[in-house]
């Protein structure tokens, strides 16, 4: 092996470290200190971006234009941050943390549109950096000129910060409301103003890293939820708060991925090994084995013990008369539905795919609000339960019915080797465990060629009595309604009684004999089944698949559904659905920018009402 090659490849590995932590340090400040699980952090980041184009286009004639360009975008980010939480956020703080979370998503809708608008949907590339345009030789290579500039920024923004934090009263003040708000607040300390700063010097530093990584990769849309996938596994392998952590992390996450790219393709025994793939799930393994040895973080502090005082959730009644009558009346005009809009198949086909989105809402409600479990990567069990039932038809050439029905029990499996390590944390930890075992699976499945690869199964037809596309609606409702009738039963259950009991109080469930991570586990894998259940229907009806169905981006679609909805009802999920899925076809066909729209709407629930749509219907039916 050639020493040298190792070394440019480790100072690669440096220099992406120092763009990272950048953008993982700001999230971690604002993590703690608003506690806001904040995925805007990463549209902060494009427009930094896009923002250090724009502005050294502009003051680009000169060196002392290019460079003071930079700052300049990272500048302007912050004061969008500051504005933001201004407007938005500070509305909110007393809402639900997962409610938070939601307002924070429909931001990056909306940012993402305003990028598409501002700058239009192809790549720009930002001119190289003057002065620093050329490479040095190193033992015998060339390196960027650049990226040594990278290696050294990490380290002075770390610096600085622990200077800020550790040495001014604005720091001071910081820590403490990390640390206990209520005594800040007695205190007659402004912590709307301290919120404020906080947050937008988070963004200033996600607007810094864009900017710097300008020079060395081109502005262009998604790169919102491709960075923050990233900044969360480094915040949460260095721990939640903790900048030197974030440092830490980003190190190690970084120099590892060095490391795979250059071993390449390594001969063990008779077997050959691209170990240059494992890039892309590096980071997710790394923060999964982390997670797993030591649960809260590099250099986080260890969650205190939760007392017998916790607050218990409202309690989930069971449907009352009223509403057995009403289910029953929407049963009926969904079973009449391809007679009566004959004239409209469309609306056939938009309801498969909204019945599909409810069952896969319910199953992720069933985790989020009775068993309390927060999970960021449930669609792992979808695509599971998609690629079970596609491999199960396409390679052991068992009939469609029954890899239709089979696809669902892999997910299960796979949910019950998963799990095992996920019921093991709780909170943000147990969220961002979930989220690495969907990209493991994403990574998998994007690289197996033998499964498709990044180009995914096609010719996954239903049989032909199933072909029309009226006679696998009904299959869909028939499947999707006992789905959710199952998960409501289980709501009432003992698992399901336990499952609350732990949630409200796992010292309580404890001591009268619950076994609270076999009861989790329990319901972790039976809600697993139903989102297999719902990607097997899902793999049918559009005949083909691809690695997005495992994606961040379809786990965050169910979070907003049951957000959407509201986490409080059993009939939630299933109204979020409904609305989402609605609302993105139709402003789909109404606008090109309709994300925006879609963030809007959400936005303005979520600041209207944080209960949710089952929220509204509620105040409604008793005002």
């Known amino acids: 092996m050639n020493a040298s090659g190792l070394l440019l490849q480790l100072l690669n590995g440096l220099a992406d470290a120092s763009a990272l932590f950048l953008v993982a340090a700001g999230l971690s400040l604002i993590f703690g200190v608003t506690r806001i699980v904040n995925f805007a952090h990463g549209s902060f980041y494009m427009l930094g971006v896009y923002l250090a184009f724009t502005l050294t286009s502009w003051l680009g004639g000169s060196a002392w234009g290019y460079w003071i360009a930079l700052p ?44 598409l608008a501002i700058w239009g949907p192809t790549d720009l590339f930002a001119a190289r950096a003057p002065g620093l345009d050329g490479a040095v030789e190193i033992l015998g290579r060339r390196f960027p000129q650049y990226d040594l500039l990278l290696i050294l920024l990490g380290p002075l923004v770390l610096g600085l910060l622990w200077l800020l934090l550790m040495r ?51 502005a262009t849309l998604g790169l919102d939820l491709e960075i923050i996938a990233s900044a969360f596994v480094v915040v949460v392998v260095g721990g939640l708060g903790s900048v030197p952590g974030a440092f830490l992390a980003a190190l190690l996450i970084c120099l590892a991925k060095a490391v795979f790219v250059y071993m390449g393709q390594t001969q063990i025994g008779p077997w050959t090994f691209n170990l240059s793939k494992l890039t892309l799930v590096a980071e997710f393994a790394i923060m999964a084995v982390v997670l797993v040895l030591r649960p809260w973080g ?24 009223r509403a057995r009558l009403a289910y029953g009346v929407v049963l009926a005009g969904l079973v009449a539905l391809p007679w009566v809009a004959a004239a409209w198949p469309y609306l056939t086909v938009l309801f498969t795919e909204i019945l599909i989105a409810a069952l896969f809402a319910a199953s992720l409600h069933f985790l989020i609000g009775p068993a309390g479990m927060t999970s960021f990567g449930h669609a792992a069990w979808f695509g599971l339960g998609a690629y079970g039932a596609a491999l199960l038809m ?20 796979g949910a019950l080797f998963f799990g095992w390590f996920c019921v ?35 010719g996954l037809w239903p049989s032909d009595w199933l072909s029309s596309g009226t006679a696998y609606y009904y299959a869909t409702l028939l499947l999707s ?33 619950i076994d609270v991570q076999r009861v989790q586990w329990a319901g972790f894998t039976a809600a697993a089944l139903a989102a297999g259940l719902a990607g097997s229907l899902y793999a049918y009806s559009k005949g083909s698949i691809a690695p997005d169905v495992l994606s961040v981006s379809r786990s965050v679609d169910g979070l907003v559904m049951v957000l959407l909805g509201g986490v409080q009802s059993l009939v939630g999920p299933l109204a979020g659905a409904f609305a989402y899925t609605w609302l993105q076809d139709t402003a789909a066909r109404l606008t090109e920018y309709w994300h925006a729209v879609l963030g809007l709407a959400v936005l303005a629930l979520v600041v209207a009402r944080p209960d949710g749509l089952a929220g509204l219907v509620r105040r409604s039916a008793t005002s």
């Open 168 to 218: 001014t009263r604005w720091g001071r003040l910081l820590r403490a409301a990390a640390e206990n708000r209520t005594m800040l607040a007695a205190l007659g300390v402004n912590q709307a103003w301290l919120f404020t700063s906080a947050y937008a010097l988070g963004a200033l530093l996600a607007g810094l890293g864009g900017a710097m990584a300008a020079p060395r990769m081109p």
């Open 424 to 458: 093991r944390l709780s909170g943000v930890y147990l969220a961002m465990l979930t989220l690495a075992c969907a990209q493991i699976l994403w990574a998998l499945a994007y690289q197996w060629d033998a499964i498709g690869g990044s180009n995914g199964l096609i």
């Open 298 to 321: 590099l250099l986080g502090k260890p969650p205190e013990p939760a007392g017998a005082a916790e607050t218990a959730s409202r309690p989930v009644a069971r449907a009352s008369h």
């Open 394 to 413: 396409k390679l052991a050439a068992l009939p469609m019915e029954a890899a239709l029905l089979a696809g669902p029990l892999v997910a299960a499996m």
């Open 72 to 115: 300049l975008a990272a500048l302007a980010v912050g004061v969008l941050g500051a504005l933001i939480e201004i407007l938005v956020l500070r509305r909110i703080y007393q809402a639900p943390e997962l409610f938070q979370l939601l307002a924070t998503f429909a931001l990056v809708l909306i940012i993402g549109d305003a990028a």
């Open 481 to 513: 309604v006992a789905g959710i009738a199952w998960l409501r039963r289980l709501v009432f259950s003992g698992l399901g009684y336990a499952l609350r009991g732990a949630r409200d109080s796992t010292l309580r469930a404890q001591a009268i004999g």
